[in-house]
């Protein structure tokens, strides 16, 4: 019996990531409503986004599943707070679904933890990659800043920044599905590298093995 081959869960990732993303950032730039936000944060950037998460856990990969369940779930939770938590009527009858800024800088402060790990983590892969985590995370740390001090500047830093987060992750997507057509883009080398072993270690390696 042939294996089974598998489609790269990375590609709906990260095509629901940059999507929501950029839409997002249009919102926040004043160009267009929340509307198409919430729905694109429910379907693609959240629900598409978190299975593809799950299904990156098939292959081993443990730096995509958590990337991509992670940011997915990050969707729905910001949009479920949006829809419930700025409903004057459900507000009402629920006051604990209410959120001010301060509550929100925090709940970005928490991501922005998540991202610092992962970019980390990203810089041992590729170039790209690694920008791509660099950018997001800057774009935190820029909300953050925008949400506990009511900075227009952080805001509109932060929207820049995460409208080129998004644009390289589409590019990312892009790699991933132009790669099975026999199109390679450049991804950039890693930003940390391994160390390379000396004559000695290796030869002690082979020794030991």
Not at 61 to 85: D, E, K, Q, R, V
Request: charged share 10%.
């Amino acid at each position: 019996m042939s294996d089974l081959k598998l489609g790269n869960p990375a590609v709906v990732g990260l095509a629901g990531f940059g999507m929501t993303t950029f839409v997002l950032q249009c919102h926040n730039l004043g160009w267009c409503g929340i509307a198409p936000v919430l729905w694109l944060g429910l379907c693609f950037g959240g629900t598409a986004q978190l299975i593809a998460g799950l299904m990156e856990m098939r292959t081993g990969n443990n730096f995509g599943f958590c990337a991509f369940t992670g940011y997915g779930a990050f969707w729905i939770s910001l949009c479920l707070m949006i829809i419930f938590g700025k409903n004057p009527t459900l507000v009402a009858s629920y006051p604990t679904l209410a959120f001010n800024a301060n509550d929100l800088g925090f709940y970005l402060v928490a991501w922005t933890l998540f991202t610092f790990i992962l970019f980390i983590a990203s810089m041992k892969h590729h170039a790209t990659l690694a920008f791509i985590f660099l950018t997001l995370l800057l774009g935190f740390i820029g909300l953050d800043i925008k949400e506990f001090t009511g900075s227009a500047l952080a805001g509109t830093f932060a929207a820049y920044d995460l409208l080129i987060c998004a644009f390289s992750a589409l590019y990312l997507m892009a790699v991933a599905v132009y790669a099975e057509s026999g199109i390679a883009l450049p991804v950039g080398e890693p930003w940390i590298k391994d160390k390379p072993q000396t004559e000695e270690a290796l030869a002690a390696s082979k020794a030991t093995a």
